[in-house]
């Protein structure tokens, strides 16, 4: 998929899956985070660049008012319609993205991050979600013919390694929440004792847990000039030096 007509297929199947009672509990869960998230996010312009051609529940919750969706949805509710890679938006403009499991099916999820990073102002935020392949929604994608269908045919990429990626474009990762350490099943929703499941998951083993929400800070480093040492070796060409030993001698000898 390198394109916009690779991406229709992309975001319809997309779509399609996020509306199944399955992917709506998905988003649901996601949402109680990404509100309490919005609510420390400032500025002027917050952006959703997405493949979810749908507005997710959290926006209202953060204090700025000017806010974006973006992506590849042509809907009444995306008011930026762009290919995730290709953002046309001036340098140092946006307070804060939130990526609602962009990476995880993007065609290029490091050029992705590379946009972001270029999009942010200086001290500007990132809320990534996406699925974490250690975990029993990752087992499900080694499920005969799962690999075939979305959302498991998706990247699936790691949070250490996302950590790596952010940390290489200069963002410090404030926070990691994982969530989801029930199986992606129905039923497992709807059973009293698989929540139980979530609070010993996030208690015990956060690291297998089936969604994660990533906060980073694109950070600026301000760098002293440092005079070159060439310019100083020049104008010491220009000074005789004389060894020690040699203006030792010369006293000794008057």
Same mark, same amino acid.
């Given at each position: 998929?390198?394109?916009?007509?690779?991406?229709?297929?992309?975001? *319809?199947?997309?779509?399609?899956?996020?509306?199944?009672?399955?992917?709506?509990?998905?988003? #649901?869960?996601?949402?109680? +985070?990404? %509100?309490?998230? !919005?609510?420390?996010?400032?500025?002027?312009?917050?952006?959703?660049? =997405?493949?979810?051609?749908?507005?997710?529940?959290?926006?209202? /919750?953060?204090?700025?008012?000017?806010?974006?969706? !973006?992506? &590849?949805?042509?809907?009444?509710?995306?008011?930026? +319609?762009?290919?995730?890679?290709?953002?046309?938006? !001036?340098?140092?403009? $946006?307070? *804060?993205?939130?990526?609602?499991?962009?990476?995880? /099916? @993007?065609?290029?999820?490091?050029? @992705?991050?590379?946009?972001?990073?270029?999009?942010?102002?200086?001290? =500007?935020?990132?809320?990534?979600?996406?699925?974490?392949?250690?975990?029993?929604?990752?087992?499900?994608?080694?499920?005969?013919?799962?690999?075939?269908?979305?959302?498991?045919?998706?990247?699936? $990429?790691?949070? #250490?390694?996302?950590?790596?990626?952010?940390?290489?474009?200069?963002?410090?990762?404030?926070?990691?929440?994982?969530?989801? /350490?029930?199986? &992606?099943?129905?039923? #497992?929703?709807?059973?009293?004792?698989?929540?139980?499941?979530?609070?010993?998951? %996030?208690? /015990?083993?956060?690291?297998?847990?089936?969604?994660? @929400?990533?906060? !980073?800070?694109?950070? +600026?480093?301000?760098?002293?000039?440092?005079?070159?040492?060439?310019?100083?070796?020049?104008?010491?060409?220009?000074? #005789?030096?004389?060894?020690?030993?040699?203006?030792?001698?010369?006293?000794?000898?008057?």
């Amino acid at each position: 998929m390198s394109n916009g007509l690779d991406y229709r297929h992309q975001v *319809a199947a997309l779509n399609q899956w996020f509306g199944t009672d399955l992917g709506e509990m998905v988003l #649901a869960q996601e949402s109680l +985070v990404l %509100q309490e998230l !919005a609510k420390t996010l400032f500025g002027y312009y917050l952006l959703e660049l =997405g493949l979810l051609c749908r507005p997710l529940d959290y926006m209202q /919750f953060s204090p700025i008012r000017s806010r974006v969706r !973006a992506g &590849p949805c042509h809907d009444e509710h995306s008011e930026l +319609v762009t290919l995730p890679e290709q953002l046309p938006l !001036a340098g140092d403009t $946006i307070d *804060a993205v939130v990526l609602p499991h962009t990476l995880d /099916f @993007v065609v290029d999820p490091r050029q @992705v991050l590379r946009e972001v990073e270029r999009i942010l102002i200086p001290e =500007g935020r990132v809320i990534i979600t996406g699925f974490n392949p250690y975990s029993l929604w990752g087992l499900w994608r080694l499920m005969p013919g799962s690999s075939r269908h979305l959302p498991w045919k998706g990247h699936f $990429i790691p949070y #250490a390694r996302l950590h790596d990626w952010l940390s290489l474009l200069g963002f410090d990762v404030e926070q990691t929440q994982t969530l989801l /350490f029930r199986p &992606p099943w129905k039923k #497992a929703f709807l059973k009293q004792r698989f929540p139980r499941l979530d609070r010993m998951g %996030q208690r /015990f083993w956060p690291w297998s847990a089936g969604v994660y @929400v990533i906060v !980073a800070v694109k950070r +600026v480093s301000t760098l002293t000039p440092v005079r070159p040492r060439w310019r100083l070796e020049r104008k010491l060409g220009k000074v #005789a030096v004389q060894p020690l030993a040699n203006c030792s001698q010369g006293k000794l000898e008057k």
